[in-house]
C-alpha cells in the first residue's frame, strides 16, 4: 500500500527529472534543491548522494546543496564524508553569506559536526 506522501515524492522526483534535463543550468539548484529534499525526506540517501555528486560543480556552490549532500552521507552511514561537506558549507557560508538563512541553518549544520565528532573520537579512542 502506497502512502500519500510516498505517491507526492515519486511525482517530485519525477518533475525534477524533467525539469533538469529541460531547464538551462541557471535554475538547477532550485531544482536540485526540491529534488534533493524529497530523496532526503523520503530516505533516499544514496540517491540523493548520486544526484548531488553527479552535479557536483552546481552542489559546491550552494550551502542548502551542500547541506543536503551531508544528510546523505550521513544517512549512506559515512560519516567522514559528511563531516567533510558540512566543514565546506561552513566555508561557503563564511565567504559569501547568503542573503537569506538556508532552510538548514548554520547552527543545525554546526550542531551535526559536533555530533559526529563526538562519534569518532567515541570510536577511536
Known sequence: EVQQGEFQVDRVVEACQKALAGLPSQYWPNVLDTYGEALIRSKRYLE??????????????????????????????????ALRTY?????????????????????????????????RSDSEG
Open 87 to 119: 566543514r565546506q558549507y561552513i566555508a561557503l557560508m563564511d565567504a559569501s553569506p547568503p542573503s537569506m538563512e538556508p532552510r538548514h541553518t548554520r547552527r543545525e549544520i554546526e550542531e551535526r559536526i559536533q555530533v559526529l565528532e563526538s562519534k
Open 48 to 81: 540523493c548522494r548520486g544526484l548531488l555528486t553527479q552535479y557536483r560543480a552546481v552542489t559546491d556552490q550552494n550551502p542548502e546543496l551542500l547541506a543536503l549532500l551531508g544528510l546523505a552521507y550521513e544517512g549512506a552511514e559515512e560519516p567522514a564524508n
